[in-house]
């Protein structure tokens, strides 16, 4: 490297002109003064000066590179042979760049406090700020104040060009633009430390990173000659090879060295300052920010629309017929799926087990299977659920009902442009859920719910599901934000909104309509996600470290319940008008804390709620010592309490209950709706499906709800 003095700058200053076409012809194309605050123009001349040696040093150390290695001394005298023998190149196009010299250059002088971000697929909400973890690199919530952890200063290196540059010697063609050039950088900490990944002694400095290879987590270290580019898509690319990757807060909020892929929105990292004055972080330049956010946006978009529209022409093979009159076909048979996810409580399974069993669903003359997806680590917790593995070729679908698992890892896990909600839809669409087109009719639900009595010999040729959820929030005036966006983003896949809101997350009726269903809306949740959610919208505006409050529940569109808005346009897309008309009653999704008949109900599904049943107690083993024996199995409340409890060895007296309602054969619930005739009260209120991490509203602390 060049060392520049004092004699140089004199040097270059005798010398102006010669420095000045120079510049022109060969610095590199991004080499101008960005769009940056005004504030930070505020320089005296003295600053200004001091700027432009700045810019002259990273300036002659790119020329030494352009023009074979010599040294200033002989470049500046050499000057007019070197213009002689030079042919400069047309001027390439403009292309918008990553971070770029000047704003590192003008954040250091003018004592911007320079924060580096990501909005992290995998996390909610999203804004992540990169940070120093006792010597890790990691992501965690931005911190609105100064700090030192999460500030950084960026050094630029000399500009480096991604191809060979020819000998001095050889003119390159007038014809022929450059190629673009990236500066490199270092990222030093406050203590003058380098993020970097860990050296690799055999190999230097270059990791060798290709697909299959495992991830190298990035640390904050004594500095090396390493280096960093900033992509214009915003992916900060090591000079040894591989990307930045933010891992997500489920892996610690590491972050790794990992093979570059253009399609991770994990690999996108933004450059800004901290504001003290309004309290915010924002982009070095927001205009440029703007312009990559909504490219990014629409090249997602553009994919999305084409995967929807793919799965509208696209129709599941219906083997059965179409689901009428299939008590008599060869192939009637029954199926409630759910997918089980790493994290999830199996004593949700053990309590349909035991609820399936009573109600004589696994009966040859029922033909109702239990049919679970699995994260393959949660296998061995599955463990005397009574339940064994579908295996093509060997497991029959024919006699008494099954419980059948499939090991399946979530889309989520597998691609990151899905968020985990997706995964109970997914897994439907499979191609290892071939074998669900054998079946006549299938309920899609959550885990968190019970079958119910009117479970028993229902076969329906229409979409049963229930249009009274509430989860769309509308004012006194009768209008909803939700419901607009939703209805919007219908009309940008040119298609219309039939006006059918609140739909609940339950489906159960003939399979190759369920199926469809599934397929369209693991379809939609993808769009939605950019539609409504992607890069520069209002929740990811350019200043979101925190959710703006009309994208928080309850106050506008969620992303947290963006699973409810993708089936609802998939049921407007699906769903007839007879079958809208004919769900004057929930029949499923029906709540546990009621003193109704459960008897007219198919389903129940546990909501956010202290009273009997409540999964919150349920979680933290309150109902150990519950006295069972004055329970009443018909009513709703004490139905849901007594399978729970049951089968988790939760409570007293249950030996009560099964004697007074000769309990405990298979079969033998249906017992308690025998004198059943008309439901005794309304049903309990619906509960809007809140979003699936939530506060216990007891201890206060966050309860992740996998269901």
Request: hydrophobic residues 35%; charged residues 25%.
């Amino acid at each position: 490297m060049v060392s520049v003095s004092v004699r140089f700058v004199f040097v270059v200053v005798c010398a102006g002109s010669m420095v000045i076409y120079l510049a022109q012809q060969y610095a590199p194309q991004d080499f101008y003064v960005p769009r940056l605050p005004e504030k930070l123009y505020e320089k005296t001349q003295i600053e200004e000066m001091d700027l432009l040696i700045d810019k002259l040093k990273v300036l002659v150390q790119h020329l030494e590179t352009k023009l074979g290695g010599n040294n200033v001394g002989s470049t500046i005298a050499e000057g007019p042979m070197l213009l002689e023998r030079l042919q400069p190149p047309e001027p390439p196009l403009k292309q918008e760049t990553g971070l770029r010299i000047e704003d590192a250059i003008l954040l250091k002088r003018s004592n911007q406090s320079l924060r580096i971000w990501i909005d992290v697929p995998s996390d909610f909400p999203w804004r992540k700020c990169v940070l120093n973890y006792n010597g890790a690199a990691a992501t965690n919530d931005c911190n609105l104040h100064k700090d030192p952890i999460q500030s950084w200063i960026i050094a630029p290196l000399t500009a480096s060009s991604p191809s060979t540059p020819s000998p001095p010697s050889t003119p390159s063609p007038p014809s022929t633009p450059s190629p673009p050039l990236t500066p490199s950088y270092r990222i030093i900490n406050t203590n003058n430390r380098c993020l970097e990944p860990p050296p690799a002694p055999a190999r230097g400095y270059s990791l060798n990173l290709g697909k299959g290879t495992e991830e190298v987590a990035l640390t904050v270290k004594e500095c090396t000659s390493g280096s960093w580019k900033h992509l214009p898509s915003g992916h900060l690319e090591w000079i040894g090879g591989g990307c930045a990757t933010a891992l997500g807060t489920a892996n610690g909020g590491k972050i790794s060295l990992s093979p570059c892929d253009t399609s991770l929105h994990s690999q996108r990292f933004e450059f800004g300052f901290y504001d003290e004055e309004k309290v915010e972080i924002s982009p070095l330049d927001r205009k440029d920010w703007e312009q990559r956010q909504k490219s990014l946006r629409d090249d997602e978009l553009e994919k999305s629309v084409a995967e929807f529209r793919l799965s509208m022409k696209d129709t599941v093979e219906d083997t059965v017929g179409d689901g009428k009159d299939n008590k008599t076909a060869n192939m009637s048979r029954r199926a409630a799926v759910f997918y089980l996810d790493n994290g999830s409580n199996p004593a949700y399974v053990k309590w349909w087990v035991l609820a399936w069993k009573l109600l004589g669903l696994n009966s040859a003359a029922e033909r109702f299977d239990l049919v679970l997806f699995v994260h393959p680590k949660m296998l061995p917790r599955l463990l005397g659920s009574d339940c064994s593995e579908y295996k093509d070729g060997v497991t029959a679908l024919e006699g008494p009902g099954k419980c059948l698992y499939v090991p399946l890892v979530g889309i989520a896990e597998r691609d990151a442009n899905y968020d985990k909600y997706i995964n109970s839809h997914e897994c439907l669409v499979n191609q290892k859920a071939h074998f669900l087109r054998q079946y006549s009719h299938l309920m899609r639900s959550d885990l968190d719910t019970f079958p119910a009595p009117a479970l028993v010999g229902n076969w329906p040729d229409m979409i049963i599901a229930n249009r009274f959820m509430g989860y769309d929030f509308k004012n006194s005036s009768g209008e909803s934000k939700i419901t607009e966006a939703i209805e919007d983003a219908m009309l940008y896949l040119g298609q219309k909104h039939k006006g059918w809101h609140d739909i609940g997350s339950t489906w159960f009726g003939p399979s190759h309509r369920i199926l469809k269903l599934s397929k369209l809306t693991f379809a939609l949740s993808r769009y939605l996600r950019f539609y409504m959610f992607g890069p520069g919208t209002v929740c990811r505006c350019a200043t979101c470290t925190k959710l703006p409050a009309e994208c928080q529940w309850g106050a506008g569109p969620y992303a947290g319940t963006l699973l409810l808005y993708a089936q609802e346009i998939a049921m407007n897309l699906v769903w007839s008008q007879e079958e809208y008309d004919a769900m004057k009653e929930g029949h499923v999704d029906m709540g546990t804390t009621g003193p109704e008949s459960v008897c007219p109900k198919l389903q129940l599904h546990i909501f956010h709620s202290e009273e009997n049943f409540s999964k919150f107690k349920f979680s933290r083993k309150e109902y150990k010592n519950f006295d069972m024996k004055d329970l009443d199995p018909s009513k709703t409340s004490d139905y849901a309490v007594y399978l729970a409890l049951k089968s988790a060895n939760q409570g007293i007296n249950v030996e009560v209950v099964d004697n007074k309602y000769s309990l405990g054969k298979e079969g033998s619930l249906v017992k308690i709706c025998q004198n059943y005739s008309e439901p005794e009260s309304p049903p309990d209120p619906k509960t809007p499906d809140e979003p699936d991490d939530h506060e216990d509203p007891k201890t206060k602390k966050s309860v992740p709800d996998p269901f």
